[in-house]
């Protein structure tokens, strides 16, 4: 089949594509920022196309001769005020576009809705993109899931973050509401069985795995898993904005992401029913299980995808593509050249090691106290880490660097980056040959923003001038 993935580069996306290559459809991927960020995807059925769904005009380039299409785009983690808006465009946009073409199914994957209570901003926006989904002429299947568990989702990094730090917690109490669990691999399942199936046609389905349990119950069993003996104690008295600060200073979400996660949290999300299950013939996978294969994954620095490397946010899109081509008039630089003689790979080696559990080899001590500074103005830390140890694509979450080249054959790695400043910063590594065999060029670019940015680059220059030089010094002569 010709399918057409939106959001491709996000948590699922970038699950879902490599399993519908694998049934062998031919796929045109939808990416915000262009061709550069599916580098990693070589594969003769693959197009990728750059378009933004909040502008209808981008669209009249799409395929018209499409037989699916998967909807998988969501604003949570991008806003969080506005994000119903956006959604609602890009659906408006998205059903326009698809109805000029030959696609006979639209696929949705939006959430659980609650029994009781009012919907969250965040579920109510899934459930309004629903409706337009719904009543478009082209043929729809709604999966609703919640708290979806794998290797580097948003759920469970923060269960996990939560688990793994924190012995004794005092909690909200909406850690006592309820939720039914579903593993990624059994989404997967669903995304891929539903299409073209005329069983799943034109309805919604609840999907969840066999568990029903509380927030609280799920960090405790994460921990039973790892081992861990943790004590939670919750309490009546944290508002919703309070309970999103307490996520985003204990663990690696965003407070956009934190705040809107919360308010969906503070009513049951359970599945009315699970008949899905039985016409596809999925074997539902239970919480205790789900855990372990993410932590398999993990181990085995196996990890396809991370909410953190979601390009999702329509403003880093824009900055990504707008920013990779660095500033040479306006800005303040410090670059750095240290010769490494004939062999380069081992240098190659440790510039792509930077970052995560490595550090950067001068000084982990400051860069932590930055990153603690930067969590402290609302910044993004160095909590995010990065996904697999060695390996580093375009797109990629490092610390509080966003990857925007990483071309290991051109010998080149550019960030840039993400963390509070009263400017713009790129940070650039690359190799090149010399009259003397080869020598890495290590380039930290700053583009202040009026006064108060020339002030942060002057008085920081001695410190950076320190850590820069000997952060060099070090990756060259660890090779």
């Known amino acids: 089949m010709r399918i057409l993935l939106t ?8 699950r879902l594509l ?15 920022a262009g061709n550069r960020f599916l580098e990693d995807y070589r594969h003769p059925r693959l197009a990728t196309i750059g378009v933004d769904f909040l502008k209808a005009a981008q669209l009249e ?7 699916a299409a998967y909807f998988l785009m969501h604003s949570m983690s991008s806003s969080t005020r506005n994000f119903e808006d956006l959604e609602k465009c890009i659906a408006l946009n998205f059903i326009g576009y698809l109805e000029q073409t030959s696609a006979r199914n639209v696929i949705y994957l939006s959430g659980l809705v609650p029994a009781t209570g009012e919907m969250s901003p965040h579920l109510r926006s899934r459930w309004e993109v629903e409706k337009i989904i719904r009543q478009s002429i082209i043929p729809s299947t709604i999966l609703r899931a919640g708290i979806v568990v794998g290797s580097g989702s948003a759920s469970f990094e923060i269960i996990r973050d939560l688990a793994e730090k924190l012995p004794v917690m005092v909690a909200p109490a909406w850690l006592n509401n309820l939720c039914q669990p579903v593993s990624i691999r059994n989404v997967i399942q669903y995304l891929i069985g539903v299409l073209d199936n005329e069983k799943a046609l034109g309805q919604a389905w609840d999907i969840g795995g066999p568990d029903i349990l509380t927030y609280k119950e799920m960090i405790l069993g994460y921990a039973r898993n790892r081992n861990l003996k943790r004590r939670i104690i919750t309490v009546p008295v944290m508002t919703p ?7 985003y200073f204990v663990t690696t979400t965003s407070f956009k992401l934190a705040l809107n996660l919360v308010e969906s949290m503070k009513s049951d999300l359970l599945c009315r029913n699970r008949d899905l299950e039985k016409i596809l ?14 932590f398999a994954k993990i181990e085995q620095n196996l990890v396809l995808s991370s909410w ?16 990779i081509e660095v500033p ?25 090691s930077v970052g995560g559990n490595k550090g950067w080899y001068y000084a982990n001590w400051i860069w932590k106290i930055r990153g603690i500074l930067d969590r402290m103005v609302g910044g993004v830390g160095l909590r995010r880490g990065r996904t697999h140890p060695t390996q580093i694509h375009p797109g990629d979450a490092l610390d509080f660097w966003r990857v925007l080249i990483a071309d290991k054959n051109g010998r080149r790695l550019l960030m840039f980056a993400e963390m509070k400043l009263p400017g713009e910063a790129w940070l650039e590594f690359s190799i090149h040959e010399s009259s003397s065999g080869f020598e890495m060029r290590q380039e930290a670019t700053f583009r202040p923003s009026g006064i108060s940015g020339r002030a942060y680059w002057f008085g920081l220059m001695p410190l950076h001038i320190l850590i ?5 010094r070090r990756i060259a002569r660890s090779a």
Not at 61 to 67: E, M, N, Q, T
Not at 468 to 472: C, D, I, R, S, V
Request: charged fraction near 20%.
């Open 7 to 14: 959001g491709a580069t996000g948590y699922i996306g970038r």
């Open 18 to 32: 490599p399993a519908l290559l694998e049934q062998g459809h031919e796929v045109t991927c939808c990416v915000r």
């Open 61 to 67: 380039g799409l395929p018209k001769d499409i037989d």
């Open 241 to 247: 904005k309070l309970s999103s600060y307490w996520l």
């Open 281 to 294: 013939g999925i074997v539902p996978i239970s919480y205790d299980q789900a855990i372990q294969m993410a």
């Open 308 to 323: 953190k490397d979601a390009l999702n946010d329509p403003g880093l899109s824009k900055r990504m593509t707008r920013f």
């Open 328 to 352: 040479k008039f306006g800005s303040y630089r410090n670059l750095q050249v240290v010769p490494i003689g004939e062999n380069y790979q081992k240098t190659l080696e440790n510039i792509w």
């Open 468 to 472: 820069f030089t000997k952060m060099a």
